[in-house]
């Protein structure tokens, strides 16, 4: 089967939404809510920082949080946007040391973190084959995504983030449908989207939709994956043991993290093994 994703030109950019810790000021363990239920150590406000956050921003319990089944903490990716916020927008002050601001660098940082998400998706949808030719559309939203989270605080608060985001759900989409009809695929159209615990064992399920469905704890293990799309897709504990999802599409890290793979699971060339698979 012919490769889906090609290099691109934006790999520079594409590293820059790899998530850095050690480059942030702990804003994912501050500034978001939390539920216990959904993986986090405690139900927790906005703006209140987790227990586990040290002074020194690291997390005191992070070589434990498998362990500790904090799914949430393990699959949560920022896209980049924490150092982002941390280092460039806001120089180093956090809000920690200019508690002043802190409420302010909390709205910044959603709507970098939003920002980012878009732009992960906008750079492998460039890095696709079939979808070349969006490619000018596609530049034309990279650019626009670059040019907002450069501005400075009280420009990125004022952004129209629902219009952006419109107009980059239409060219996904555009390129999603293109990558279908690439594939040659006969898996049905979309029926549906929530396939909890749902088993798919072994099945070929290439250029499957499964854009914003629900897989939590479904069986994928072993299936081939070409061009599916899982744009959106909730898949915490979705067994992925010796799938083939290396030419799947809108993947994220975050997704990779929550679900159960092993090291016969194929992964996009982007993404890395979580280190707590087998
Ligand atoms: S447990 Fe650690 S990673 Fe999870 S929110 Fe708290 S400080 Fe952050």
Known sequence: MKKL???SQYIGLLNKLKIDCEKCSGLCCVAL????AEGFPADKAPGEPCKNLMPDFRCSIHSELAQCKLKGCMAFDCFGAGQKVTQSIYSNKTWCNTPKKASEIYDVFLIVYRLHQMLWYLLEA??????????????????????MTNLPPDEILTLDIDNYRTRVNQVLKKAAKLV??????????KKGTDFMGKNFKNTNLDGKDFSMALLIAANLEGCSLYGTNF???????TNIKNADLSESIFLTQGQVNAAIGNRNTKLPAVLTYPTTWQ
């Open 231 to 237: 744009l959106g897709a909730d898949l915490r504990d």
């Open 126 to 147: 460039f890095a696709i084959a079939p979808a070349a030719m969006l490619e000018k559309d596609m530049e034309a939203l990279i650019l626009e995504n670059e040019h």
């Open 180 to 189: 279908f009809a690439a594939t040659n695929s006969t898996a049905e159209s």
């Open 5 to 7: 994703h090609a290099s």
């Open 33 to 36: 809510y939390f539920a216990k």
